[in-house]
């Protein structure tokens, strides 16, 4: 079957733009099949009378006309929407033949005779005659502008300006052509014998929609590239044999088995277009329902990001700051005594300038941790990166009356990482363990860092510490962003050194120390090359 296609600057998801799929094609050759089961069903008995049924032609025709209306509406709809001629000439199409619907059911012999109205025996069948002929003629038209009919383009005002008038013209019509009939009653052809049977001359009406009906399927077949092609295709389908079970199989005698059958394809045929709009506009609605609640979790992501972006900035940004405020205070104690002592003030700047150069390298070391980019990444000597964390951290330990060991197993191999990066993890952890054992009391406080061979091919370091430990409660969440327990903790230093970790190809986790106190381990995959490690000695 040949693939539809789609014109380009189409509105994609639309009845009269999205192309069928290969369930929809299957479900309309099952209604097919089921329509022509019926037709044979019904064939053997078409000829049969069902007399005293004219009262069913109100609801009949009431159920036509307010089929119609609503389809011409959603139809309306859509056109406003694409702003498409074939669509508003499709709708106008509707509209028409569900006004048409009026006059016919009023006229109909013996229908509603008791309210004076016997507008004669030929009107019923003209006004049959010209809905018959004309919905095929808009059918012809919308497939025939489908590709070459330019769209409607303007303002939103002109767009209601084109459907104001067109509904206008198709009410016009309806009217005028109804008052036409009625008011030339003895010049119409003579399509009925009496008030059931047809004369020969009904015979072309039949005959020239078969032929209008043929040329619009075959318009759509080729051109078909939409669901609503797919369906109007059904829908004329359905029509060619309401007209053969009517006119031809039941020999156009009126109220009989075959008419009313025929009558039923009609409703069929009305409903289906209406069916696919309200299916249709139900699915479209449930896939805006579910990309707008896609887009909100989307930029609810976004702006955690950038939360979390920001304060994990802050957080590591604040420790050299914090440093160079206290080398600051110191260098100007130097210089205010009686006797400045000019080394250790410079000492003291020396110590901010270097504290500057780190809050640089700590950004940019953010910077890069969202980078693809892997320049930075380079072999590093673990040990070496312990030794100068343990010596950055020397006063804060000495301050806080921890004794600090380590144990780290010489010639480990090298690692591939961000040093600053990686020198901001053992930092963040050697942080948290001092702070950690700050209130210990009655104990020694023990800060002990160790690095080992861990399974072939990595490297895990540890940091232990004598504190409290880590709440049972809290276990599972110490690496989620914004998650802290210190009074004035920002809750990003561990979600920062998992990060690390993780995109070097290792993993942290954090487990008791026994018999008190926590330990956080990590793993690094170690280096295959042979490069000299950043900043440690030769091997």
Known sequence: MRSPR??????????????????????????????????????????????GTEILLPAYGAAILLIELITSALLLALFSVQQSRAVLVLAIGYLFSGLMVIPWTLTFPGVFEVFGLDAGLQVTASIAALRRLGFPLFVLAYALLKDGGAPVRGSRGSVRGAIAGSVAGAVAAACGLTWVILANDDSLPTFMRNARNVTDAWQYVPGTAVVLYLAALAVLFVRRRSVLDLWLMVVICTLLIEIILLSYISAGIRLSVGWWGGRSYGLASASMVLLVLLSESTTLYARVARSVSAERRARATRLTAMEALSALIAHEINQPLASMVTNAGAGLRWLEKKDPDIAEARAALNRIVSDGHRAGTVIESIRTMFKKDARDRVPLDVNHLIDDVLRRGQDDARLGRISVETDLEPGLPTVTGNPIQLQQVLSNLVANAIDAMCSVTGRPRVLRITSRMHDPGEIAVSVEDSGPGIDPEHRARIFEPFFTTKPDGMGMGLMFCRLIIEAGGGRLWATDNVPQGAVFRFTLPSSDDHLRPVGGPGR
């Open 6 to 51: 789609r014109v380009q600057g189409d509105p994609p998801f639309l009845l009269s733009t999205s192309p069928p799929t290969r369930n929809q094609e299957r479900l309309a050759v099952c209604v097919l099949v089921v329509l022509l089961a019926e037709l044979l069903v019904t064939a053997p008995f078409a000829r049969i009378p069902l007399a």
